[in-house]
């Protein structure tokens, strides 16, 4: 069901492990399977100098947190926070379509760490870069932020086709749902 | 992926065919190939291949063989049995008794008739997924048309109370009662008559026989309404040719089973409580799910906390080994097992669940090889994970923030 790329990833995932004196940490849970992944970034001259993440989760939600860790190192914090769930699983030469909302918490942490780095630094808008549109004020680290806003947790429904141009990525969603 | 040896683990799923019941089933593809309601010779072999079947399959549940109606698997027998209670016995009644951790073959059936006007009693389990009794009692009305519980649960191998339950149904009113056996016949003894089933199902491809074979018990007397109408066949219980070859592969596995039985039981059993007993004694914060004592003799069934089911798969099957898991990312539909749910797991606990399930082709070295395999895997695995970092640590579960693209717009 995954192909070999993700399979390569899953056996051997890179930069798997805990962070000493992170920079930024964000820690996600995936609201349709009830996986959590948690990424940690050093950040030196605006640039994710260190990534490494802990994944509780299935074989595509390692292998994207694998791979989205591979995507980001050396990366500005801006273009970092331009990957997509989509480009992750892109990346990865895709994913069976019951599993991209894995690819969620890959993207996800890797944002958060990098709020949470913002959020450290004392400023809404540090270094002027681009937030997230969402702009949330993030006080806190450390997931214990659980954010108010979100108006869904039950991730099934489709995503609105944001960074999914085609919108054929997700979930099938089988029977249950 | 270079496949050294290979260790199947998963017979709750399918079974190997037995090389007797190839042999069966080719004669009955090469030579006797007729179609068994065709009054020439090659229809008369056939014929007799269908009816020897009936009797074999009968006899490994204490049933006479006019009894036996041969279906295309055990979700079939199950849809017959239920639908065609609900609709012959609409005017007796609307109410139906299960419990909430049979198949889906029961569950969605019983759905369904919901939307069709039909009452349906989901009873609960116990932590160890055993139905009581006397819930069944307590549910049953005047209306109540069927009770159908699982004789042993496909998941955790919990062996239900099947003839307590078959008593309290005949004692109090008038309901059918059937039994989904695909788990129990021909792992464990059963008798339709000692269980007071009206109506048991069976499947060939868990007991060593062909896939897409089954068969549906029907006690002498019971009327049910055919799902599918034709012809004659099957006593017009189940029209269409039969699918000779696999009855009869599906008969010779139920001459085997009933055969060896004992030894079978035996066998499996040493290998199961082999598997639990090494497991839990080389891994912390692990358990048992399911009855310690009432379970099936092939079924072991742990939840290995802070690992998640799906990725000790796919470790095992890159070790050769093949078992499965109630983990949610493992169900398609992206829920953990309802059966562990309703036993009242934690959805972290259902998330590392682990089912293997042993058969006659196992050997003592399979298990140790599983026993040795698997702490490797759930290391490597509990390196990675989060939570196990948070449980060293003594934290307790860190709230989260949930994922979801929903709410980060395009960064
Ligand atoms: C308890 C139970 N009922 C019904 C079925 C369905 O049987 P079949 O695969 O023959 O349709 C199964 C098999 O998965 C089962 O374990
Ligand atoms: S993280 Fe649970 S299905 Fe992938």
Redesign the pocket.
């Known amino acids: 069901m995954y192909n070999d790329k993700v399979m390569e990833h899953f056996r051997n995932p890179k930069n798997v492990g805990e962070m000493t004196e992170p920079d930024g940490i964000g820690r996600v849970g995936n609201p349709t399977c009830g996986d959590i992944m948690q990424i940690a970034i050093k950040v030196k001259d605006d640039r994710i100098e260190d990534v490494k993440f802990q994944t509780f989760g299935c074989g595509a939600a390692i292998a994207t947190s694998s791979m989205v860790t591979e995507m980001v190192k050396g990366k500005t914090l801006d273009e970092a926070l331009h990957i997509t769930n989509r480009s992750v699983a892109e990346e990865l030469g895709g994913l069976p379509p019951n599993k991209l909302h894995c690819s969620n918490l890959a993207a996800d942490a890797l944002h958060e760490a990098i709020k949470d780095y913002q959020a450290k630094l004392g400023g809404s808008n540090g270094n002027g870069k681009d937030k997230p549109a969402d702009g949330e004020e993030k006080d806190k680290h450390e997931g214990q932020d659980k954010h108010e806003g979100q108006d869904k947790h039950e991730g099934k429904d489709k995503p609105e086709g944001k960074d999914r141009p085609e919108g054929k990525d997700r979930p099938e969603g089988k029977d249950k749902h | 992926m270079a496949e050294t040896r290979r260790v199947y683990l998963d017979h709750?799923?399918t079974t190997p065919v037995h090389p007797e019941v190839v042999k069966i089933m080719d004669h009955y593809m090469l030579e006797a190939f007729g179609n068994p309601s065709s009054i020439h010779s090659f229809g008369r072999e056939a014929r007799k291949g269908v009816e020897e079947a009936r009797e074999q399959v009968a006899a490994l549940m204490g049933a006479t063989p006019n009894e036996i109606a041969f279906t295309s698997?055990?979700?079939?027998a199950?849809n017959m049995a239920i639908q065609g209670v609900a609709h012959g016995r609409r005017d007796v009644g609307n109410h139906i008794i299960t419990s909430t951790i049979e198949?889906h073959?029961v569950l969605h059936t019983c759905e369904h008739l919901e939307k069709a006007g039909y009452k349906v009693t989901y009873l609960p389990v116990d932590k160890y997924g055993m139905v009581d009794p006397d819930d069944v009692k307590k549910a049953l009305t005047p209306q109540t048309i069927l009770v159908t519980i699982?004789a042993a649960n496909?998941e955790v191998g919990t062996i239900q109370p099947s003839a307590e339950i078959g008593r309290v149904v005949k004692e109090h009113g008038q309901a059918y009662y059937h039994i989904?056996g695909?788990?129990t016949y021909g792992n464990w003894p059963v008798n339709v008559d000692d269980l007071h089933a009206d109506l048991f199902?069976a499947?060939s491809?868990?007991i060593y026989g062909p896939k897409g074979t089954?068969a549906l018990y029907i006690r002498k007397g019971i009327k049910l309404v055919p799902l599918v109408f034709g012809g004659s066949h099957e006593r017009k219980r189940r029209p269409g040719t039969e699918g000779v070859p696999g009855i009869a592969g599906f008969g010779k596995a139920a001459e085997i089973a009933r055969e060896t039985l004992d030894q079978r039981i035996a066998h499996n059993t040493a290998l199961r409580d082999r598997l639990i007993s090494g497991l839990l004694a080389e891994l912390d914060y692990t358990r048992l799910n399911g009855h310690p004592t009432q379970r099936l003799p092939n079924n072991a069934n742990i939840s290995v906390e802070f690992v998640e089911g799906e990725s000790m798969l796919l470790n095992l099957d890159m070790k050769g080994i093949a078992a499965s898991s109630g983990s949610a990312c493992t169900s398609g539909s992206l829920e953990p097992s309802h059966v562990l749910l309703a036993m009242g797991l934690p959805h972290e606990i259902a998330h590392g669940s682990l089912r293997l399930t042993v058969g006659t082709d196992n050997t003592m070295d399979d298990i140790e090889d599983v026993i040795a395999t698997l702490p490797d895997i759930v290391r490597r695995l509990r390196a990675m994970s989060p939570l196990y970092a948070d449980k060293i640590k003594g934290h307790s579960a860190a709230p989260l923030t949930p994922a979801g693209e929903e709410h980060h717009h395009d960064v």
């Open positions: 709750a799923a698997g055990g979700t079939e199950d198949h073959a699982m496909n989904d695909v788990q199902s499947s491809h868990k089954g």
